[in-house]
Nanobody
């Protein structure tokens, strides 16, 4: 089973940038995706971005499109976050995902947490002055 570990969270000023990294291990195939999610206390975990490992396709949630960039280098998936706002404060999770669901729906394209096969422990990002 694919395992993921996040790193790179911390405190950043409004308008600043941060790069989160996701270390990926345990993969026996290239047919999966890595997604980034975040959770604000008291709310559901929401999808931000996803990259399919076998073809490099990238997907972004509308709310963050233009401010986030996902990339992959070997066994690391990074999330570059720019123009950060206080409302971006959350715990950020990396996850290994199945690209397709049981009825052929594409979990990766909608960054759907139902497709997650394993979660990281999360890393706190705080945007504050």
């Amino acid at each position: 089973q694919v395992q993921v570990v996040e790193s790179g969270g911390g405190l950043v000023l409004p308008g600043g940038s941060l790069i989160l990294s996701c270390g990926v291990s345990g993969s026996t195939s290239n047919y999966y995706a890595i997604g980034w999610f975040r959770q604000v206390l008291g709310t559901d975990r929401g999808g931000l971005s996803c990259i399919i490992t076998y073809d490099g396709s990238k997907f972004y949630a509308d709310a963050v499109k233009g401010r986030l960039t996902i990339s992959r280098d070997a066994n690391t998936v990074s999330l570059q976050m720019n123009s950060l706002k206080p409302e971006d404060t959350a715990i950020y999770y990396c996850a290994a995902m199945n690209v397709f669901g049981p009825r052929g729906e594409r979990y990766s394209d909608s960054i759907d947490s139902r497709g997650v096969s394993s979660w990281g422990r999360g890393t706190q990002v705080t945007v504050s002055s």
